[in-house]
Structure formats: C-alpha cells, structure tokens
T-cell receptor, first 112, second 112 residues
C-alpha cells in the first residue's frame, strides 16, 4: 500500500527566516506530486506539481519554490518567509495515469 | 476560465436531517467530477468521483449525480451524523491531471 509522509507536522517561524517542508511517498513509483496551500479557513490552492524527477511546474507564485530531488520526494522551500505564508501545506500524489489525488496529513505553518 | 461553484458555508444541521450541498461547474469540456472531504487537522480525502455524465457516485451514505444538462453535481445525504462534520469540496478535472479545479469548500457542522 502507498503511504505519504509529510514533515514537519507543524512549524513556528519568524518572518524573514528560511523554510523547508518535505514530503515522501512510499510504495508507488513515478507518481505525480503536488503542493497545495490552505489559509486558515480557506480553500485549496495548488502551488506546484511535478511529473518526474527534476521537473517542477509552478501554478501560483507565492515567493516559494519546489524541487523533486528523488522520485519519491518533494520539497517546498523559501529563503525568506512572509506573514502571508502562514497556513496549512498539503502534499499530494496521484498515479501517473489517474486523476485522483491522495493527500498527506499536512504541515501547519505559523509565521510570526 | 473553468470554474466550480458550491454552496457557501457553514451549513449547520441537526443529526438525522438531510443534507444537500450544491455544486455547479463551468468548463470547456465535460469534466470528471469529484467530492472530497476534509476532517479537521487532516488532508482532504476522496469521497467519490464520477467520470461520466448521468452517472451517480456514492460512498458512506453520500451520493451525487453528474447532471450534464444542468452542469451540476450536488452532494446529498439522507440522514447526517455528527461524525460527518467536515469541509466538503467539489472538484473537476478536464483531462489535465496536473490541475484540479476546486470549489471553495462547504463547511458542515452537525449538532447532536
């Protein structure tokens, strides 16, 4: 069975500090990978997606970047956090030939 | 552009009453339609999906019919329970697995 693990579970960071969030998918080769962001009480906003190692497409620019260094790993990062980066970050995967998304448990980020 | 519109929440119901959450889509092509559910502190999970017009999807007592003529996909449940309290998202996919079109979500609160 496939599993998706996000880390950390929660972060409290200062404005202007760097950030790195991670996501690992086990049990599925060559998945499509996605990063979503959700403001508190808000809707789902897709940030990035990747269909293969080393290839990441940006959907919305929020002064964030993403990378896929391995087939099963997706990283979200920024060098300087803004207050507006606070929220819930969700990693998701889908099979290459299917359209259903499977989400991780998310990372709660508070920027102070 | 393509869009999905759903009932604005929150929707507050008593246990045992019926639920309808409206969802309408506006897309250039016929989409595959989804209902996702997000429980507090978790990532969304698929409730069910319907790829073809005039077919019905169902799961855990929830159901929705893909109505091509009305461009709708309303979520219904005959008798809600307190455990159904969550945010429900309607979404559509028009063939590009890289991007789902999401509704804004409908928060459901079921009181005992």
């Amino acid at each position: 069975a496939q599993t998706i693990h996000q880390w950390p579970v929660a972060e409290i960071k200062a404005v202007g500090s760097p950030l790195s969030l991670g996501c690992t998918i086990k049990g599925k080769s060559s998945p499509n990978l996605y990063w979503y962001w959700q403001a508190t009480g808000g809707t789902l906003q897709q940030l990035f997606y990747s269909i293969t190692v080393g290839q990441v497409e940006s959907v919305v620019q929020l002064n964030l970047s993403a990378s896929r260094p391995k087939d099963d790993q997706f990283i979200l990062s920024t060098e300087k956090l803004l207050l507006s980066h606070s929220g819930f970050y969700l990693c998701a995967w889908s099979p290459r030939d299917r359209d259903t998304l499977y989400f991780g448990a998310g990372t709660r980020l508070s920027v102070l | 552009g393509d869009s999905v519109t759903q009932t604005e929440g929150p929707v507050t119901l008593s246990e045992g009453t019926s639920l309808t959450v409206n969802c309408s889509y506006e897309t250039k092509q016929y989409p595959t339609l989804f209902w996702y559910v997000q429980y507090p502190g978790e990532g969304p999970q698929l409730l069910f999906k319907v790829p073809k017009a005039n077919e019905k999807g169902s799961n855990r007592g929830f159901e929705a019919t893909y109505n091509k003529e009305a461009t709708s996909f309303h979520l219904q449940k005959a008798s809600v329970q307190e455990s159904d309290s969550a945010v429900y998202y309607c979404a559509g996919n028009v063939g590009d697995n890289s991007k789902l079109i999401w509704g804004l979500g409908t928060s459901l609160v079921v009181n005992p």
